[in-house]
């Protein structure tokens, strides 16, 4: 079904995008624990948080970054307070690489992991509510034949018992059509009216509940 597997393969996209910062990370710091060599850098500059620790901006040695470039670190209160007193701070950096370290006080990972699960949580109900939409489409009665429409999707009802279905053709079959409304699909039993719309082509048909009468 072409609308299931594009919802499907969006979540499975975000799932990839969300988790690639903490994936990042914990290669880094499993990088920093293998390879890296305990240093002290030099603090150039501070900014408070006020009573929860605070930022830091520090340079490696020379050795450690020719480029001497500025690095950034959150520092839970202790640490930010050493390191505004003795103007250095201890970290585990890799050997060539002043791109992978880890500030001794470091803080911010855990916000990082609830946020990840978080979406890790939202993302897997919304796969598992496609899946549940691709293996199992609303079953309907056509109580008339089935028109083109507009592009769009919906489901509307109209009484307790009959519905006008809006989408996309996505599957043909002997004697019933599948549409793709949007938030679902919808299998019609055609119940001998004609359907004149092509495969992915948007289309129109008033339906009834299984159950209830013509």
């Not at 624990?33 to 605070?54: E, K, L, N, P, Q």
């Not at 830091?56 to 500025?70: H, L, N």
């Not at 911010?108 to 899946?131: K, N, P, Q, S, Y």
Request: a negative charge.
């Amino acid at each position: 079904m072409k609308g299931g597997r594009r919802g499907v393969l969006v979540v499975l996209l975000l799932l990839a995008v969300v988790n690639l910062p903490f994936l990042h990370g914990a290669w880094v710091d499993r990088s920093v624990d293998r390879d890296g060599v305990d240093v002290t850098a030099a603090v150039t500059a501070t900014r408070d948080s006020g009573g929860d620790g605070g930022l830091v901006e520090f340079r490696f040695d020379q050795v450690i970054d020719p480029d001497q470039t500025t690095w950034t670190a959150a520092l839970d209160e202790e640490a930010f307070e050493l390191a505004v007193s003795d103007e250095v701070v201890p970290v585990r950096v890799v050997p060539g690489s002043p791109n992978r370290y880890r500030v001794v006080g470091e803080q911010g990972a855990g916000v990082l992991v609830v946020l990840t699960v978080f979406a890790d949580v939202v993302l897997l109900i919304a796969l598992v509510l496609l899946a549940r939409r691709r293996t199992g489409p609303m079953r309907l009665v056509a109580i008339g034949d089935v028109t083109r429409a507009k592009p769009g999707g919906s489901l509307e009802q109209l009484s307790p018992t009959t519905y006008l279905v809006t989408g996309e053709v996505v599957l043909i079959e002997p004697g019933a059509v599948v549409l793709d409304v949007g938030t679902q699909q919808v299998r019609v039993d055609l119940a001998g009216h004609e359907n004149p719309v092509g495969y992915e082509q948007p289309a129109r048909v008033m339906c009834r509940l299984p159950e209830s009468p013509a």
